[in-house]
Nanobody, 116 residues
Framework: QVQLVESGGGLVQAGGSLRLSCAPS????????KGWYRQVPGKQRELVAT???????MYADSVKGRFIVSGDNVKNAVYLQMSSLKPEDTAVYYC??????????WGQGTQVTVSS
């Protein structure tokens, strides 16, 4: 079964930057939307940013102006450039693909920790 493989998480000081990457382990056809979510213990998973195959993007208010989502339709990859990181950005970040026929895929999650 195809899985989404994430990389790029880690520990960074407040004000720093990280870049997350996500690509499938195999072929996923007709992906419509790629995106990133995050979750902290005891809270619901929340949307961070999404990008469509034609490049339309959407961001959570909490990350606007600091995070940039981008995609590569050839590699079927999605990236999240995170800048001006804050301690409240600390979470497990998950990539998500939504494809035709109601197919949805999740990555295994990558930890991002921002120290103050």
């Amino acid at each position: 079964q195809v899985q989404l493989v994430e990389s790029g998480g880690g520990l960074v000081q407040a004000g720093g930057s990280l870049r997350l990457s996500c690509a499938p382990s195999g072929t996923i056809e007709r992906v419509n939307i790629k995106g990133w979510y995050r979750q902290v213990p005891g809270k619901q998973r929340e949307l961070v940013a999404t990008i469509t195959t034609v490049g339309n993007t959407m961001y959570a208010d909490s990350v606007k102006g600091r995070f940039i989502v981008s995609g590569d339709n050839v590699k079927n990859a999605v990236y999240l450039q995170m800048s001006s990181l804050k301690p409240e950005d600390t979470a497990v970040y998950y990539c998500h693909f939504r494809a035709s026929m109601l197919r949805a895929y999740w990555g295994q999650g990558t930890q991002v920790t921002v120290s103050s």
